[in-house]
């Protein structure tokens, strides 16, 4: 074996890794959803007998933005965030690319500095003891969401380079071979 040929299988292997993480991270998303279903119907039944639970508002707000950001993650592995479809399919095969490289890079940083002050923001509500506004839960549980999920986001677009840069593009669902497109 040489370092050319492990180099491949080891990137291979991590971007195997990275979608196995993004993979559980759907999975999580879709665990939320169905605890946000339950602690929704569990609002509207215990409000409609008249009695006020003062943190349930915020378990609410704090599973959909869990909800949101971990479904972000797969969204950004998968290549299926908003985009100008209309502008870039028109676009000549060279171009796309360079424009990829370009997304791919912006959202290596862009992520990775968000999630680097959103570690700082959650320590500093640990160290503070910072409430949610019933003032009965702490606030990094629901804090820790955008750190965490924008971290698994930064690696998820070292996996979209890994693919521009080998020429092996990941296919948005809407590019699919099942696709509805004429």
Not at 7 to 22: E, H, Y
């Amino acid at each position: 074996m040489t370092s050319t040929s492990r180099g491949p299988r080891l990137l291979g292997a991590v971007d195997g890794l990275i979608g196995r993480v993004t993979q559980i991270a759907g999975h999580l998303s879709a665990l939320v959803c169905a605890l946000l279903i339950l602690t929704t119907t569990f609002s509207v039944v215990v409000y409609q007998r008249g009695i006020t639970i003062a943190w349930l508002d915020d378990v609410l707000r704090m599973l959909l933005i869990w909800l949101v950001y971990l479904g972000s993650v797969s969204l950004c592995f998968r290549n299926d965030h908003v985009a100008m479809d209309a502008v870039y399919e028109r676009m000549p095969a060279p171009l796309r690319r360079f424009i990829d490289l370009i997304v791919g890079l912006l959202g290596v940083v862009l992520c990775a500095y968000v999630a680097k002050y959103g570690f700082d923001s959650v320590s500093r509500e640990i160290e503070f003891g910072a409430l949610l506004p019933s003032g009965y839960l702490p606030a990094w549980p629901q804090t820790l969401a955008i750190p965490l999920c924008f971290a698994l986001m930064s690696v998820a677009y070292i996996s979209f380079l890994y693919f521009v840069l080998t020429g092996t593009k990941k296919q948005r669902i809407s590019e699919s071979a099942g696709s509805l497109k004429t």
